[in-house]
C-alpha cells in the first residue's frame, strides 16, 4: 500500500536522526520518544495520555518510565487528591537530551518539508489531519463493538 510504504520511509529516517540521539545517551526508541512526548506535550504527563496519544502499549510504556526514572531523566508525582493520578515530569538531566532531541527534530522537519510552499505545508496538515481522524474514527468504533 502506497500510503503505508511511504510512511515507513518517513518513519526510518526519523528513526535514523533520533537513533543518533539514543545512542549518544544510551536510550531505547521509545524512552527517547517519551522524553520528546513529555516536552513536547507538557499538560498531557500521564502514562495514560503517553499510551492513548502515542499508541503504545501499556507495557513498553511502564518498563520505559521505569528505566528513565532510574537514569535520573523523569520522577513520578502522584496526585495528594487522587493517588491513582501519577504526573511524570522531566528533570534537570533531561535537559540535554532534550535540547539534542529538539534539534533533531528541527532538522527533520527542514529536511522532509525543504521544497514546499508555505501552502503546500499547510494543506498536508490539512489533509494528514483527515486521515489520522479517519483512523481515529474507525479506531473508536471498532472499540466500541467489542
Known sequence: MYFWDK?????????????????RYGLTQMEYDILMFLHNN???????EIVKIRKSTK????????KLENKGLVEKIQ??????HIEIVLL??????????TNVQKQFAQTVLSGLTVEEKQ???R??????????EYLRKHKEQN
Open 7 to 23: 510512511h515507513k520511509t518517513i518513519t526510518s529516517y526519523y528513526e535514523l536522526l533520533s537513533g543518533e540521539v539514543c545512542d
Open 123 to 125: 494543506m498536508c496538515i
Open 127 to 136: 489533509i494528514f489531519d483527515k486521515i489520522c481522524n479517519n483512523a481515529e
Open 92 to 101: 534537570d538531566k533531561a535537559k540535554l537530551i532534550v535540547e539534542a532531541g
Open 79 to 84: 496526585s495528594e487528591n487522587n493517588k491513582k
Open 59 to 66: 507495557s513498553h510504556v511502564s518498563t520505559s518510565l521505569k
Open 42 to 48: 507538557p499538560q498531557q504527563n500521564t502514562a495514560a
